[in-house]
């Protein structure tokens, strides 16, 4: 069951083999793990809001809910929660009620959001 904290949804991994990954989204994910290094274990993550300002702007942009990718310290991944393919271990940290509402299960590249990332 999905904890909510204040209207948000608190963190929540997935186990392995409830959501596929594209193997677009496995690059992104992967191109993203090799920029912020192997400290940090990359995560396809769901963010319930999200606001952006532009560097040296100071209009601020409504986003709303979104996928983007993230990084947590090893020790914040539960080890039933990693998920590896081909060496690469990543997670995915989407609250249940979000992931049961998809059709596909399946996290992919759509150019037209805003970090790239769309849940089907």
Do not use: H, N
């Amino acid at each position: 069951m999905t904890k909510m904290i204040r209207g948000l949804y608190q963190q929540e991994f997935v186990r392995p083999g409830i959501i596929r990954v594209s193997a677009e989204a496995l690059q992104l994910a992967r191109d993203f793990a090799f920029t912020v290094g192997g400290r940090y274990v990359t995560a396809v993550d769901w963010a319930q809001d999200i606001t952006r300002r532009d560097k040296g702007s100071s209009t601020a942009t409504q986003i709303g809910p979104c996928m983007m990718l993230g990084g947590f310290e090893r020790a914040e991944v539960p080890i039933e929660f990693l998920q590896k393919i081909d060496g690469f271990d990543y997670a995915i940290s989407i609250p249940e009620p979000i992931w049961q509402a998809s059709t596909e299960r399946l996290i992919v590249v759509d150019e037209g959001q805003p970090f790239q990332l769309a849940l089907r």
